[in-house]
């Protein structure tokens, strides 16, 4: 862990990752990046809205016999709804996002890209069309889900900045044995990420936000 | 741990100002106001009214907010739809855990089904679809359009009455599962049928009662198992009856006696003395064979006589043959072979006691000169050769039958009403195929 205070406003600001080169910070909510032992306040970044969503930054869980904390989250919206996705830091250094939508968990990992007509679609600019299927670390997947996705908030430390009004193109794909992937266009880049549905209960979540009324799961109590 | 927050917001209705709580915030994308109706964008701070009332409002049957413990889960109800294929219409529940995430209790009107989201596509195989490695379902109706008719609550996209999705089901004992499409989106569920009165004590409804009405095309007959059940013990019992049969039909024969009687002569009498019943009371066969009759008949009169009681018990027999041709050709009939039962005779010695009169059948009396119509008796009369056996022992086929009648009832009325199930459960279901066949009838 490494300790510094917020060019902008001077609070304390901790970076879990020594990797990572962006920090929101707790308070003022300004994205600051880190190049060396530099810290520079890039503006303020939108704060994520309140939700009920049981994660928060500092959730621990495990995957692959390797366990992790949530460090990070993006706050996506599109037109018909929103989604948040954490950053995992794991125990090994690694990082793998856990995407949140509609009450469900996938944990991703970014994986090299692999050409498909869906990735070569995404960077061209064409339009990707639900159902179109594509092979990814072995595994053939189909498209279930394009949208255009907006930075919507974001907090803790993350891969890259979110300035207001971020946006990017995002396309779900989901394979026959709980497989799932998600395919995005990054600055010019296209990113893969791969990986499968998880409950709380797999990750052996803990740590979750308590809800008043709501028994906690036997598995994180 | 940070202290327990409050999972429910309070928001006012932008339109008519009225409270509404919104369970599932980050989540619930849009809210249609159960006070006034309107649809308001849960994505946007000022709550912007997307959409008017355009049904009147409708309470649930289960109400918004409702908690309940459905197979060790806590729900919530937080939104409510009615969608209808265009003939029949269903109630949907949207149900939601922070922990859990979202879950559907979906209402046909008869029974309930609780469902999910499929977190994996299923395999194709072949005409059927394969989940969790599961048992196949079968290819049941669509794809066909569904209709949003009436919604309120609060839903994880932007719900809208009007909105249409493609829907095609599969099915199998117990399961729906359900593909739904749209431009940008295939999504798959499935909903498992809960048993009577599951989903209306969690949720604290009028239990219902296993009616007549139309069961869905994924219900089990209830009478399936009980079919089984019934068949098998039915065709254990069958088989016992049959073998008892069979076991106690082996004859034994008692006595048996050649003789003589002449056609149109006086008639004869025969007696076997001496018939040994032993044991127990059993059927006694008293069988007669003339096998040279040519258009002639014989009057057999049975006495079986108790010698000790002097008790009869009286029999006929009639062994007949005709022959002769007509218009459509040459006919014969009769039984040469008449067979009598006495069905329980008691232990003890017997004397049979056969009369016999043999006659001549002739088509037109006046070229008869001897015979019963004119009351003469010829004095010298052609012979005809019987044979008289007494068997004992032997089943009565109608009592065996009637056995089988009794024993078949059971697995028939269950057979019967499975399969008036199943024709419910088919005719439920929209195939198109059905519908061809229904306009070909």
Redesign the interface.
Known sequence: MFMANCPNCGAAISFRSVDLPVRVCDYCHSSITRTGDALVSMGKVAEVPEDVSPLQIGVRGSDGGHSFELIGRVRWRWTDGGWNEWLALFDNGATGWIGEAMGRYMLLREVPATGSAVERGLRNGAQIIVGTEATIDGVQYRVTDVKEATCAGSEGELPFNTPPGFSMPSVDLMAADGHCASIQMDGGEVKLYAGRYVTLADMKANGLRAFEGWPMPRFAA | ???????V?ALNCTSCGGTLSL?????T?SMVCEHCGVTLDT?D?QLRVIAQATAALRRPLIPLGT?GVLRGE?WEVVGYLERSDGEDGWSEYLL???????GWLVDDGRRFNYGF?L?????MDGAQIVIDQGRGLDHDSGPYPVEVKFVVGEF???VAVGERVQVTDYVRPGTTVSCEEN?????WSKLDLLEWGEAERAFGVEPRRPNSGTPSPAEPSPWRDRLMESWIIGAIAAVTLLIIAAMSSGTQRLASVDAQVGLEGAPRTVVIHGIQIAGHSSAIRISAQSDQLDNDWIDLDYSLVDKRTQESFDAYGLAEHYSGSDSDGSWSEGDTRPKTRLSSVPPGTYDLVVELSAHRWVQNASTSFFGAQTGMVDPNPTLVPVTINVDRGGMFAGNVILGLILILIWPGFVLWRHLAFEQRRRGSSDDDDDDDDDWDD
Do not use: C, I
């Open positions: 741990m940070t202290a327990a927050t409050s999972s917001k369970r599932a915030a980050g989540y994308v994505t701070p908690r806590t939601f855990n922070p922990y859990r995430g979202y989201l977190d994996s596509l299923p395999d994880y996209w932007r431009d940008s989106e295939r999504t």
